[in-house]
């Protein structure tokens, strides 16, 4: 099993520019997510996914889309970046989605490191 | 609402000592916690948890968390570290939002663990 695959892993951008980073599941995990990391903030949640054609917002979604077209795949989309989205992101995965009292383990990707200039 | 703090931005040990990383939660009810491990340019690992089966739990690496409801922490130990436990470790705990549940990660804690 290769877990969570990212892509890519380094990527500097202009202003304005658009792109995606990919992310790939083959443990057939219902629940996918992404996360940006920033310094002194721990990992905040950008968008998150309960299954094929079901996406939701998390706490930090703007500027950012998703689709989830299959259960393997949860593209991050930036349409225009900017500077304030220069980050690490992440990719993670569970067997289900997150409920009360479930203690399901979220596997991650190794990471994306965006600069935006 | 849940939420979960550490208490600690950076705790620096030496090799062979005790380490404590400290965690504090809200909740209402029976919590999800969880401790995650990442160490420097990779992605988060899961270190151990809570599964109210008892409230010592043992996780990788000989670390351990004691789940105390009284004062709301499950705080990380480890008795003797090693430099290879030198990393940022997330407490993690479930909270409701909306009519769904997300993970709401602490703002790590940075050990530092010196020869």
């Known amino acids: 099993n290769a877990g969570v695959t990212q892509t890519p892993k380094f990527q500097v951008l202009k202003t304005g520019q658009s792109m995606t980073l990919q992310c790939a599941q083959d443990?057939?995990?219902?629940?996918m997510s992404w996360y940006r990391q920033d310094p002194g903030m721990g990992l905040r949640l950008i968008h998150y996914?309960?299954?094929?054609?079901?996406?939701d917002q998390g706490e930090v979604p703007n500027g950012y889309n998703v689709s989830r077209s299959t259960t393997e795949d949860f593209p991050l989309r930036l349409l225009s970046a900017a500077p304030s989205q220069t980050s690490v992101y992440f990719c993670?995965?569970?067997?289900?989605?997150?409920?009360?009292?479930?203690?399901?383990?979220?596997?991650f990707g190794e990471g994306s490191w965006l600069t935006v200039v | 609402a849940q939420s979960v703090t550490q208490l600690d931005s950076h705790v620096s040990v030496s090799e062979g000592t005790p380490v404590l990383l400290r965690c504090n939660y809200s909740?209402?009810?029976?919590?999800?916690l969880f401790w995650y491990v990442q160490h420097p340019n990779k992605g988060l690992q899961l270190l151990l948890k809570?599964?109210?089966?008892?409230?010592l739990v043992k996780g990788i690496n000989g670390f351990e968390a004691e789940f105390k409801k009284s004062e709301t922490s499950f705080h990380l130990t480890k008795p003797s570290a090693h430099m290879s436990d030198a990393a940022e470790y997330f407490c993690?705990?479930?909270?409701?939002?909306?009519?769904?549940?997300?993970?709401?990660f602490g703002r790590g804690t940075s050990l530092i663990v010196h020869p």
């Open positions: 993670a995965s569970s067997i289900s989605p997150p409920r009360q009292g479930a203690r399901d383990t979220i596997y």
């Open positions: 443990m057939n995990h219902e629940y």
């Open positions: 996914s309960v299954g094929a054609g079901i996406t």
């Open positions: 909740s209402s009810y029976s919590p999800s």
């Open positions: 809570y599964t109210s089966a008892a409230t």
């Open positions: 993690v705990v479930i909270r409701a939002s909306g009519g769904s549940y997300i993970p709401t």
